[in-house]
């Protein structure tokens, strides 16, 4: 499978595409028994790193997550956005409850979270049940990733959430992805998206991989057991700087490193200054 002409053109027409049929019934139906399965919820449960409702680190959980996110099916859709060498930066699980009226997610950019050196990241989804704006489908606002790195932080930290509210107030600009049952979305870094809570009474489960081009360093945020997975291609050794300043995001999430592990070039003095005052 790969992207036509039409396709690339609405990529970076607008920032994402959704792709049906991408995935067989039968596949699917192995990726939700893993995902359901006693020994994959134990170690979601009570060992792996949870974010936001998200749960990380999938492709060390399951070998069948590890299959999927090297499954040339999405490979060869990305590799025209993103180039032939690529890696996964994390990948992760994406399941509302059947419980009606949760399940919000703000409204944000990716590359807020973790900064690279270029842009050339994009974040899949494979979906495993069909999204709909009843069960709270992802929401993106068309063209936004032209407007390159938005706001994220409030007095002075970082939170995750956008503030440039007149963005997505605009319903014109906004768009709902519903990819069905087996099919994908594919989102460039920098398209702001969010998404309402599942008022459907019934699950909406999805998996989601985040992946960049080889030469793509990060700057900010977790590195998680899966950082750096190479996908396809190989590792060229180089690193593509784009020009711009980017905002890091500076937060209290990881105690002793305020920009993240990936923030980690500084000596034993420089780590005692106090960045939160």
């Known amino acids: 499978m790969n992207l036509n002409d039409n396709q690339k053109n609405e990529f970076w027409e607008n920032g994402f595409i959704t792709i049906n049929k991408v995935f067989s019934e039968s596949f699917v139906d192995k990726l939700c028994s893993a995902l359901e399965s006693s020994s994959v919820l134990n170690e979601i449960n009570n060992i792996h790193i949870k974010d936001g409702g998200h749960s990380l680190e999938l492709t ?4 069948i997550f590890l299959q999927l996110a090297k499954d040339n099916n999405i490979l060869n859709l990305i590799k025209p956005l993103i180039g032939p060498n690529i890696q996964l930066q994390h990948s992760k699980s994406a399941t509302k ?3 009606k009226g949760e399940g919000a997610f703000a409204w944000h950019q990716d590359f807020a979270f973790f900064p690279h050196t270029n842009t050339d990241l994009v974040a899949v989804m494979v979906m495993l049940d069909d999204a709909t704006p009843e069960n709270g489908c992802m929401q993106m606002v068309k063209g936004s990733y032209k407007l390159g790195l938005l706001n994220h932080s409030e007095e002075g930290l970082f939170n995750g959430r956008c503030q440039e509210k007149k963005l997505w107030e605009d319903k014109n600009n906004v768009v709902n992805i519903t990819p069905k049952r087996g099919g994908i979305s594919i989102h460039h870094c920098l398209t702001l998206h969010g998404s309402p809570d599942n008022i459907s009474g019934k699950p909406r489960r999805g998996l989601v991989f985040q992946y960049r081009a080889d030469d793509a ?12 997975l190479l ?6 050794e180089t690193v593509r700087c784009e020009s711009g300043v980017y905002q890091l995001p500076k937060s209290k999430r ?4 305020p920009f993240g ?6 000596g034993i003095l420089a780590q005692k200054r106090d960045y939160y005052n």
Do not use: F, V
């Not at 060390?60 to 070998?63: L, R």
């Open 231 to 236: 996908m396809c291609g190989e590792r060229t």
């Open 261 to 266: 592990h990936a923030w980690n070039q500084e």
């Open 60 to 63: 060390i959980i399951n070998p």
């Open 97 to 99: 409850s059947s419980k």
């Open 254 to 257: 990881y105690p002793g490193h």
């Open 217 to 228: 360093m990060q700057l900010a945020d977790g590195i998680w057991a899966d950082t750096g």
